[in-house]
């Protein structure tokens, strides 16, 4: 059984969700093997190891995270080389999409980014990809070399499976031309006590409509267990931080449920959510272009219906 490669998203070790949605992909296709890059393994061998990792490629040196990208993409391109894997998978990150298009020039291969579903097909990958702000749904497969996939955050339900995670130090040193832009400083993202925005199940996002005041967005959030979010109009204005940012030039989510408050539904907004699996809006206007889109809609003063909603959620609980 052909190896499928699957670079593992972790901070210091701590692996986040959408590394074991790819393991779980990955075993659709082969026998699931991580790329571990960074310090932290011991910590994450277990997590590799409950979701299927049957080996481990790691590299300790620091020198190829202190670059941006390309080193990553050249660890890759040579373990492609070496292992001959059925396909690599990557997150459906910013970062992970530039290491993925990086590797599929080094390696002559078809790329595939923002992949919904995979599978395994006769005589290769067959993907589902959201395209064109969401809207339209391509199936795609690659036709040349060993197909790099980039899966959006919640395409798969994580699914337990024993694995060995033996793990292999792999001889990789950077070449110079890998080295052309350095970090030179990263802090960690402030804790908020909320899931991360690109892998909750619920988000609950905010736009123009809340005048600035996310309190009753960040409540209904917490009632909840939700991430919260932003459409560019509240970012720009200053009222939530940039990294909350839903929308084409900020981040893309796939939800189980999305919550749409206050935010108007212009198409760089859509672009970011539209793959969500049940779309819920609240806007006072009821000609806003989010309710072409939505599941279910409210039409109705934020402040008025957040509130009834987040005490109802409480009463339930309770």
Known sequence: MAEVLVLVDHVEGKVRKTTAELLTIA?????????????????????LARFGAEKVYRVESPEVLE?????QAELLAQLVAEKSPAAVLVPASPEGKEVAAR????????????AVDVQAADGGVATTQSVFAGSYTVA?????GTPIIAVKPNSATPEEAAGAAADEVVDFTPSDAAKGARITESKPKQATGRPELTEAAIVVSGGRGTGGDFSKVEDFADSLGAAVGASRAAVDAGWYPHTSQVGQTGKQVSPQLYVACGISGAIQHRAGMQTSKTIVAVNKDNEAPIFELVDFGVVGDLFTVLPQATEA???SKD
Request: positive net charge; proline residues 4%; glycine residues 8%.
């Open 67 to 71: 670059h941006l990208v390309v080193p």
């Open 27 to 47: 075993r659709r296709l082969g026998e699931p093997s991580a790329v571990f890059v960074g310090a932290g393994f011991d910590a994450a061998k277990e997590s």
């Open 313 to 315: 959620i409480k009463a």
């Open 140 to 144: 795609a497969t690659v036709t040349k």
């Open 103 to 114: 590797l599929a020039v080094k390696t002559e291969s078809g790329l595939i980014t923002d």
